[in-house]
Nanobody
Framework: HVQLVESGGGSVQAGGSLRLSCAAS????????MGWFRQGPGKEREVVAY???????TYADSVKGRFTISHDNAKTTLYLQMNDLKPDDSAVYYC?????????????????WGQGTQVTVS
């Protein structure tokens, strides 16, 4: 079965950086869509960034210029480099994948998710 395991969360001061990682396993699909979404306390889920099957990237306006999404060549590990973090970035961050094209941002919610990793910015 598909398994996604996130790591790299933690607590950081405003202006600091964190790098999240997500190890994907349990499928042999060559070009999945992979991304990150977050949910803060009392907030709706928000897709932060994703890499489409053709390697094009999409970012939420709130993180453009601060976050960078990438993956390894095998597309088994997904990363999210987060710079200039703000208190509003505090949330549980989830890695997600769709075994195909996402076509639209919210498609990530219908795919497979990890257990999430907490990011706290103070």
């Amino acid at each position: 079965h598909v398994q996604l395991v996130e790591s790299g969360g933690g607590s950081v001061q405003a202006g600091g950086s964190l790098r999240l990682s997500c190890a994907a396993s349990g499928h042999s699909y060559k070009d999945p869509c992979m991304g990150w979404f977050r949910q803060g306390p009392g907030k709706e889920r928000e897709v932060v960034a994703y890499i489409e099957s053709d390697d094009s990237t999409t970012y939420a306006d709130s993180v453009k210029g601060r976050f960078t999404i990438s993956h390894d060549n095998a597309k088994t590990t997904l990363y999210l480099q987060m710079n200039d973090l703000k208190p509003d970035d505090s949330a549980v961050y989830y890695c997600a994948t769709v075994l195909g094209f996402c076509y639209y941002t919210e498609a990530l919610f219908s795919g497979y998710w990890g257990q999430g990793t907490q990011v706290t910015v103070s």
